[in-house]
């Protein structure tokens, strides 16, 4: 048997969606997964470590990077949950792949803060990362809600003309529209070992602040879709955010934009950060993209 379908089953049995509502609902707040020295495992990288209003964007590159690629990861978490340690070995592997540097962000999280807490912080975090690496070629990268993120603030800084926007967005698992009004999501409830609508509901009703959840800040699936560079987006078929996942495909193949799709199946939530094969997989085909002209 797979270890993909052995997680998938156990994630069931144990009833892990229960488990993630409640931590939704009760965030632990430590940080510590933002002070990499001792999560890495090649202590011959190098970390640089940023302070934008009392949150932390982690920079860790070769000591000889040999190109201008910069990856800024934007974390999963239903908006609500810290970084998980996964992160750090999945930017390693990226770093010894393409000897480019890759940067964390600890965005502001709900409850205790909305989107435009998250966007002031990011704005201004992105800025200062443009301007210590002015040489830099930018590429997003978020999973889940950071997926969302990701590319909500990618939309963001286009329509206010930054000088440096990001070459490439990759989004895996993303989470687009935070009113889960697409009535194919009910059927994907089913699927779904991770996520519930009354979990993500909850997280929205917090982020947003009681603000319109159509926003594209919130749901960029409804954003400015022509302006967008490259698109990487990885989904699977028993995911919650698979029917959202495919309209957003639809939505870049009827503007002619130019999108990586990579769609597998039966796979749980975010494989990516999953200890399980098919993640190592997804992983190479992403540095693949990156490396890509």
Known sequence: MKRSTIINNTLKTIGFKHIMTWL??????TRANFYPDSLLKNKKLTTQIFETLGKTT?????????????IVWFHGGAYCLEALPTYWPLSETIIS???????????????????ADTFNMLEKAYINLTEKFPEDDFIFLGDSAGGGLSLAFNQYIIKKSFHKLPVKNILVS???????????????????VILTKNMLNWAADKYSGANDKNIPMLSPIHGDIKSLPTIFISTSTDELFYPDNLKFMALLENNGKDYHPKISKKLPHDWLILPIPESRKLLLDIIEFIEKD
């Open 24 to 29: 939704v609902k009760h965030p632990p707040r």
């Open 58 to 70: 982690v920079t860790i590159s070769p000591v000889h990077p040999s190109n201008q690629t910069h």
């Open 97 to 115: 792949k393409i000897n480019c540097k890759v940067s964390l962000l600890d965005y502001p999280l709900a409850p205790e803060f909305t989107y």
């Open 174 to 192: 993303p989470w687009l529209d935070l009113s889960l009004s697409n009535p194919d999501i009910d059927e994907q409830v089913k699927k779904d």
